[in-house]
Every structure is written in C-alpha cells, then in structure tokens.
C-alpha cells in the first residue's frame, strides 16, 4: 500500500504582518448657557414651591391648635 500523507515543505519566508489600530476617541461636551439658566428656574420654582406649601400646612395647623 501506498503512503497516502504527502510531505509539506516549509520555505522559510518572512512575513510582515502589519495590524495597524487607529482608535480616535473624541468626547464632546457642550454645554449651552440657555440650558442651564432654564435648569437653574426649574430648580429655584420647585424651591419655591415647596416653601410656599410647607408655610400653608403649617399656619392651617397653627389655626386647628387654637
């Protein structure tokens, strides 16, 4: 019987396995005065607000006391 398995043969070469990765990682970050200022009256509303109801909750109950 024949052998079958057929011989390789290794050439020695060199190769130049180049695998170049460029990543840009760019983080913008933008903040416009407009946003902040409208941020800035929503926050001092709801303040406001809840000053206002805490002072009616507590004259209403100053008035059931008496």
Same mark, same amino acid.
């Given at each position: 019987m024949?052998?079958?398995?057929?011989?390789?043969k290794?050439?020695?070469s060199s190769n130049n !396995?180049? =695998?170049t990765v460029k990543v840009n990682n !760019?983080? =913008?970050?933008?903040i416009n005065l407009g946003d902040s200022l409208n941020l800035l009256?929503?926050?001092g509303g709801i303040y406001v607000i809840r000053t206002l109801?805490?002072?009616n909750k507590q004259?209403?109950?100053k008035q059931e006391k008496m």
């Open positions: 024949p052998n079958d398995i057929q011989e390789t290794s050439i020695p !396995n180049k =695998n !760019n983080f =913008n970050l933008t009256a929503l926050i109801t805490k002072r004259q209403k109950h």
